[in-house]
């Protein structure tokens, strides 16, 4: 069954460190998302991405954040200059058509900002 | 914006019992209500899903309902089994999967 595969599974990092994690949507989908999952709380959306722009981006994705898809493949979050309130789970997730509505999510990227 | 509030924070049931998960949404415009399933180190993955042009759902031993002009849903879940212990989220969102707002999230415990 295809799916969603991010790394790396943990990262850990100084603050003020800049930070790239990755993911590989599923192979024929269109519509790209991270969400980010503070430790027992909620799982928040940050942004959107759909045809190599952004679609959607909450309140939380500032400037600190930037996304790409860098190749045909790939899709990537960095947070620049960490900060201790960065240190979460981050999901990637896509959709084959946003018609459809099921989100499919990789395992996530534990980040630890020390 | 939308708010999606879910209750019980914590259910503990015993197996082969029912559990019931309830949310609320505040945004009228919300057509699509999935329910994700989380275990421990794991992702979100979807259970079941309704949209707004249906009122109930079953698959299998899972079944959502959703009263739109009271703006609720809920999760139910029959003949529970150690396996379903997890956390489950709700989630609204206004056009099919784009930003989707989670609830908080019921940790879920069935004891054998």
């Known amino acids: 069954e295809p799916e969603v595969t991010q790394t790396p599974s943990h990262q850990v990092t100084q603050m003020g460190q800049e930070v790239i994690l990755r993911c590989v949507p599923i192979?024929?989908?269109?519509?790209f998302y991270w969400y980010r999952q503070i430790l027992g709380q909620k799982v928040e959306f940050l942004v959107s991405?759909?045809?190599?722009?952004?679609?959607?981006k909450s309140e939380i994705f500032d400037d600190q954040f930037s996304v790409e898809r860098p190749d045909g493949s790939n899709f990537t979050l960095k947070i620049r200059s960490t900060k201790l309130e960065d240190s979460a789970m981050y999901f990637c997730?896509?959709?084959?058509?946003?018609?459809?509505?099921?989100?499919?999510f990789g395992e996530g990227s534990r980040l630890t900002v020390l | 914006g939308e708010n999606v509030e879910q209750h019980p924070s914590t259910l503990s049931v015993q197996e082969g019992d029912s559990a019931v998960i309830k949310c609320t949404y505040s945004?009228?415009?919300?057509?699509?209500f999935p329910w994700y399933k989380q275990e421990l180190g794991k992702g979100p993955q979807l259970i079941i899903d309704?949209?707004?042009?249906?009122g109930e759902k079953k698959d299998q031993r899972i079944a959502v309902t959703l009263n739109k002009t009271a703006k609720h849903f809920s999760l139910h879940i029959t003949e529970t089994q150690p396996e379903d212990s997890a956390v489950y989220f709700c989630?609204?969102?206004?056009?099919?999967?784009?930003?989707?707002?989670f609830g908080p999230g019921t940790r879920l415990s069935v004891l054998p």
């Open positions: 997730a896509s959709s084959g058509n946003s018609n459809t509505g099921e989100l499919f």
């Open positions: 192979s024929n989908h269109l519509y």
């Open positions: 991405f759909y045809n190599n722009e952004i679609s959607e």
């Open positions: 945004d009228s415009a919300s057509n699509y």
């Open positions: 309704i949209r707004s042009n249906v």
């Open positions: 989630a609204a969102s206004y056009n099919y999967g784009q930003n989707f707002v």
